[in-house]
């Protein structure tokens, strides 16, 4: 990590600010004010700071939507449908593929300090003289888009036409299969699996500045110019707090760690005395609970539970296979499917008082 910084409660502090934040794109709108399921504000705090940030990799769903998406733009809405609709490429970059990244690295609105991105489309409306963003989707998961486009998407449509000073935007939802994942490059849009949603700004969002930007902005004051995150979730964060509480071992702060290792640990060895016959008892305990929970096991379940007055036990029964490794060494055939493998056990005793 970039940053140094320190937990306090729930949240963290950072002990060194970053030379720069990065910008609230509309991919990470909606998530600051807790509206996107998959990513949460802190989340988002720790990108934004440069703290933690999951790593991108691609994979069959990014592939298929660089390849597909496209398609919906260029193959269908312009040469099917007719509409006048440009890529990014052609209206801010030079015309060949990628040059609108390169020459904005994905920031459309670089004069405004906070809020950015990229939209997929910018159209014009013979009919209204009216110009507008598209924003292109692609998914697997129809069941999301039962009662229209899914509020996190439309935002990202919504935060687009507002920094662009218009007010109608569009959304196309392209619902793909399994076998559009294998092949993207066959895809062919049509109105059956694609599906185009309009807004217009001021009627869906009449107070989209007062009810969104301006609580964005607030997160990026109280949150991001302080150093201090919002509260983490620690089952939804998971993920980055594993991240941010992992220690980074080096020679100059190695030292610092043995002592703080030493000190913790005769103390706890000092309150061990007392609570260790009852860690033995415990064991023995689990062990007998253990046996008659497997011994009453009906044959045809799976899963068995039952409490105490303190606590749940769940007994869950799984199976699976083993090599014989004494077979396949009979057979000669262990070193062949056989492999090593590298580990390392790292070992501690009380040094002895002489």
């Given at each position: ?10 949240h ?7 030379k ?7 991919t990470?709108?909606?998530?600051v ?6 990513t ?7 990108a ?5 940030e ?14 597909i ?6 193959d269908y ?6 509409w ?15 040059s ?8 459309f609105?670089?004069?405004t ?8 489309g910018?159209?014009?409306d ?11 989707k ?5 069941e ?5 486009v ?17 007010d ?9 299969e ?17 599906k185009?949603?309009l ?7 009449p107070?989209?500045k007062?009810d ?14 302080s ?12 993920e ?15 030292n610092?760690?043995l002592e703080e ?12 005395v007392?609570?260790?016959p009852?860690?033995d ?5 689990k062990v007998?609970i253990k046996?008659?929970a ?10 068995e539970?039952f409490s ?13 296979q083993t ?5 396949l ?7 062949q499917?056989s492999?090593?493998t590298e580990?390392?056990?790292?070992r ?7």
């Amino acid at each position: 990590m970039s940053n140094q910084y320190h937990f306090e409660n729930n949240h963290i502090v950072l002990d060194t600010m970053p030379k720069s934040f990065k910008k609230i794109t509309a991919t990470r709108f909606a998530a600051v004010m807790g509206l996107n399921r998959w990513t949460t504000p802190f989340q988002i705090w720790c990108a934004l700071t440069r703290t933690w940030e999951q790593p991108f990799e691609d994979n069959i769903y990014t592939k298929a939507g660089k390849i597909i998406e496209p398609k919906i733009r260029e193959d269908y809405l312009r040469n099917k449908l007719f509409w006048d609709v440009d890529n990014p490429d052609d209206v801010i970059g030079d015309g060949t593929a990628g040059s609108a990244f390169k020459k904005t690295w994905g920031d459309f609105y670089h004069s405004t300090k906070v809020l950015g991105g990229m939209w997929d489309g910018l159209g014009h409306d013979d009919e209204t003289g009216e110009d507008y963003i598209l924003e292109i989707k692609t998914t697997k998961r129809a069941e999301d888009w039962l009662d229209g486009v899914p509020e996190y998407y439309k935002l990202q449509a919504a935060l687009y036409t507002y920094l662009s000073g218009l007010d109608r935007f569009y959304v196309t939802g392209t619902f793909l299969e399994n076998s559009d994942y294998d092949h993207p490059e066959n895809f062919v849009a049509n109105s059956q699996n694609t599906k185009i949603y309009l807004f217009s700004l001021g009627e869906e969002y009449p107070h989209f500045k007062r009810d969104y930007v301006d609580k964005v902005l607030a997160f990026w004051n109280q949150y991001v110019v302080s150093g201090m995150s919002p509260d983490f979730d620690e089952k939804k964060d998971t993920e980055a707090l594993k991240a941010l509480q992992t220690v980074e071992v080096t020679d100059d702060d190695l030292n610092t760690l043995l002592e703080e290792y030493d000190a913790n640990q005769m103390e706890l060895n000092s309150k061990m005395v007392e609570v260790q016959p009852l860690i033995d008892r415990q064991k023995k305990l689990k062990v007998a609970i253990k046996g008659l929970a497997v011994d009453n096991f009906k044959a045809d379940s799976k899963y068995e539970s039952f409490s105490s007055k303190h606590f749940d036990f769940n007994v869950t029964k799984t199976t699976r296979q083993t090599v014989d490794g004494k077979k396949l060494k009979d057979a000669g055939l262990f070193d062949q499917y056989s492999k090593e493998t590298e580990s390392y056990t790292l070992r501690e005793k009380v040094k002895s008082e002489d």
